[in-house]
């Protein structure tokens, strides 16, 4: 089906729909990941956005549920410029637009892609709809403009879990899958308490083959009701939306500083700061990709990182007991921060990939022994 994309500052792409056939309208991002397409798509730090894929061929490994990062996929739309209709990987259970279809989400494939990136680099993130009505191209600029601004909106509510729930599930093994993790005999399991802004299922994958046990509770959980666990430590997850709009989280978050040690990543990052008295802001385009260098500010080294925001932390609004520890090289932008003091530290990246690198994993060890010092 032929269909039209139609940005708010009037450009348009003309391609064709696959996966749902619907209108929708949401925020266009792009990434520049050469390879994960099912992982972004089942990223909850998506929801509310269309997401672009640099890479021109896209669905040739297909689907399979154990490289979910979630239940489903929370994304508003996936674009494209060439979809491959026949998988060819042992893996793969159903095609890429068979997956889109059964979850309801808009695909569309055939436009120029790098022309569209290009746009979005030079423009900025812009709001957007796909429609198959291709009529009256002004009025669908016009109700691109109408959409929600992604400043000020809180999607946390949207992707966080209903209830606490236990997460058991270890490394993936080429002839079991994804098994129950075993500790090792005699080692102390650090216990966790996960803040679920729109966590990643690879995130808790790799908290429990650090050894933590680790319980997962919704972004509304109060500090209090986290205390009464008796963690050793807090995560701070990922998740999407603006961050100073997630006020409850902040709040928790800034009632749990000095009791207990915490480690955040992406968006809990920048609820961190924001409780630590920073602020934060929207970037022109957003960092979305697996292949961002950063340097640890104190060792001078250099890490190939996996991001995923369209916000970022204020360098200037940093409090002198919080200290910067690592800057992106693209742009200078704040990837991570701790506090002086307290054992309390988050990064803007993402350590645990899927996809992407994995030159940061040794953050999760870090925290363990965080906890350890802690305890």
């Known amino acids: 089906m032929e269909a039209i994309l139609a940005l708010e500052d009037g450009r348009i792409f003309r391609g064709r729909m696959f996966g749902a056939e619907k209108e929708v309208t949401a925020e266009v991002v792009f990434n520049t990941s050469m390879a994960g397409y099912q992982e972004v798509l089942t990223d909850p730090s998506y929801c509310g956005q269309m997401v672009v894929m640099t890479y021109p061929l896209i669905g040739n490994y297909g689907i399979n549920p154990e490289d979910y990062e979630s239940d489903r996929p929370y994304l508003s739309a996936f674009i494209i410029k060439e979809l491959s209709g026949i998988p060819s990987n042992w893996r793969s259970t159903e095609t890429l637009d068979a997956f889109l279809k059964r979850h309801g989400v808009v695909g569309l494939q055939g436009l120029d892609t790098r022309a569209l990136t290009r746009h979005i680099r030079e423009k ?18 016009e109700k691109a403009k109408e959409a929600p601004q992604m400043v000020g909106r809180d999607l946390v509510k949207e992707v966080t879990c209903e209830q606490p729930y236990i997460w058991e599930e270890g490394d993936w093994d080429l002839r079991k899958g994804y098994t129950r993790f075993e500790r090792r005999a005699g080692a102390k ?14 995130i808790l994958r790799q908290l429990t083959q650090s050894g933590c046990r680790v319980t997962v509770v919704p972004a509304t959980t109060t500090a209090e009701e986290i205390l009464k666990f008796k963690p050793d430590g807090v995560f701070l997850s990922n998740g999407p939306g603006d961050p100073a709009a997630v006020t409850y989280a902040i709040d928790t978050v800034r009632s749990l500083i000095g009791k207990v040690p915490i480690f955040g990543i992406c968006l809990g990052h920048q609820i961190l700061n924001l409780a630590l008295g920073g602020s934060t802001y929207k970037l022109r385009f957003g960092h979305h990709g697996g292949n961002q260098p950063i340097m640890d500010s104190e060792t001078k080294k250099v890490e190939i990182t996996s991001q995923n925001h ?24 704040v990837e991570g921060i701790r506090h002086k003091s307290l054992p309390v530290f988050s990064v803007q990246y993402h350590p645990e990939a899927a996809p992407g690198p994995q030159d940061s994993s040794h953050l999760f060890e870090r925290f363990v022994n965080m906890m350890k010092q802690a305890s």
């Open 310 to 333: 369209g916000f970022a932390v204020d360098a200037a609004t940093a409090q002198p007991d919080v200290e910067i520890i690592s800057l992106n090289l693209n742009d200078r932008t």
């Open 189 to 202: 399991p650090y216990f966790v308490v996960a803040l679920d802004l729109g966590i990643k299922y690879n």
């Open 124 to 141: 900025g993130a812009q709001r957007a709809v796909i429609s198959s009505n291709g009529s009256n191209p002004a009025a669908l600029v």
